[in-house]
């Protein structure tokens, strides 16, 4: 597998796409200048503040596997940005996480008060699903199931019911099972969307949509498992955002049930499993295992 | 006009109509009991309301005007009130208009706190664009157009800038133009978005459409200026919610800026003019001529 990759220039694949997804994004919203205002400067405010656009990068890189274009799978990368950054704004309010930083910066609500913050991110969904309706549909794949694909993914059966799980499980002692029931809905289900609309935009066959959920799937629990590991090992400075805040609010984590060694070796073992799902692809998903590798490696 | 009308049964129409809608409503979302419950009690808290079905109403009515049938129109009918839904219990929040009542009801975050209300709304926003995916589209309104027009309504060009223009405005001295910006926003968008959705799910000509955009315009528009008119006019108990809050808060209306008796000529006018834009329908409007005369008319 590292001779695979070693061939294979990852922070140049994630510099350009970071650009082009930038570039597509900043086409999409409307301008700071645009009526009213405060709504366009809070909505840009967040989603451009230093995202590392994992998703989109993970939703092209899978458009690449399937012999898929960027034109093509641009306007579904950019709808997954504007869920995930939609879904931090509402998740940092008072009324959730009560975050006063992210990435660095104060959170929406902090700048712009609580009011358009809700509307930032209400706004940022609806956004969502006006950029995912111009992407190209296939007979195999029409506009219907893309905005199903996303619509679902986004739902009060995933993202938002993981929120929920979150919100309801703080200062409980949760068991692992709860804890996965969380991950999977919180960061698997959208990441794993991703995959499988990149794998779509493509006109993928029903096979490669099949290893692409399974690889989406486990990358994103991987994801969230060390995101969990980060929190307390890593400083506030380090991560941009507050340090030892899971601990501080008692929220169950995976180092908090299970311990941080276990922790780790249960992040390689999923990991694993998602670089399994790729065999399939014979070597031509080069940069989704790179994204994997990264994603486990990444130290903020 | 009152001649058209005297056959039609408007009450029975509305009825009937509601409770198609609560069914396909309740078909669509997740029971009570679909983990997490909390945010599907939430969800239909709110949905489940007591709600005058008046976006659905007019989707219905318009669809019928184009020779188009109920089954075709009504998951575009339910998403619209999903929309409406979450607007409402986002607007109800502290962080905006802090609203204890909504339909003689406790607001969704009075029940079941702001972090689960903020929830629900991201949820039924979501749900919106999963049901209407799910509608018949036609190859001149194709499933892309249909879930647009829905975006593009309920976006920060439109619902949303009409939320911010509401915030931002409180308190302050709005002129008429000012206040129009306001209410085509608000209100307007999303009825005349919904009296459009119902001609495209009949697969109506450009010049039904045209027409009934005209038409939509303009009961949106009135049906904003009888809300001012109803909260100086009706009591906390007639409106089953908080009257006079609109003076109290100091909120720029029609009756505060041009007076009660202007605004209700207004009324009338916007009123007329709806019913001038429907002449192409040959009195196969009935419907929606009847619903703009019970909106114009309307005491609560």
């Given at each position: 597998m590292a001779a695979k990759q070693s061939s294979f220039d990852l922070n140049h694949f994630l510099a350009s796409r970071t650009e082009s997804v930038n570039r597509a994004l900043d086409k999409f919203l409307p301008s700071e200048?645009?009526?009213?205002?405060t709504i366009h400067r809070a909505m840009r405010y967040s989603l451009f503040?230093?995202?590392?656009r994992m998703r989109p990068a993970v939703l092209l890189a899978a458009a690449e596997a399937c012999g898929g274009s960027d034109a093509a799978a641009m306007p579904l990368a950019c709808a997954v940005e504007c869920i995930h950054t939609y879904s931090l704004i509402h998740d940092d309010l008072p009324a959730m996480d009560?975050?006063?930083?992210?990435r660095g910066k104060p959170t929406n609500h902090k700048v712009f008060g609580e009011g358009i913050a809700v509307l930032a991110g209400d706004a940022l969904l609806t956004q969502a699903f006006e950029i995912a309706a111009q992407a190209k549909g296939w007979p195999r794949y029409p506009h219907r199931d893309l905005i199903l694909e996303l619509a679902r993914a986004s739902g009060s059966l995933q993202l938002v019911a993981g929120q929920v799980a979150d919100l309801e499980g703080e200062g409980k002692k949760l068991s692992v099972a709860e804890l996965r029931y969380i991950h999977e809905r919180k960061t698997s289900a959208l990441l794993c969307c991703s995959v499988r609309l990149g794998g779509m935009s493509a006109n993928c066959t029903p096979a490669q949509l099949a290893a692409l959920t399974d690889f989406g799937y486990h990358v994103g629990l991987a994801f969230q498992v060390i995101d969990d590991i980060l929190d307390v090992t890593q400083t506030s400075e380090q991560l941009g955002k507050t340090a030892g805040k899971d601990v501080a609010v008692q929220k169950a984590t995976y180092p908090a049930i299970v311990g941080l060694e276990k922790s780790r070796k249960i992040a390689a073992q999923l990991t694993a499993k998602a670089f399994g799902a790729l065999d399939i692809f014979k070597g031509k998903a080069v940069a989704l295992e790179a994204l994997a590798e990264f994603l486990l490696k990444r130290e903020k």
């Open positions: 200048k645009t009526k009213p205002a503040a230093g995202g590392k009560n975050d006063d930083f992210r």
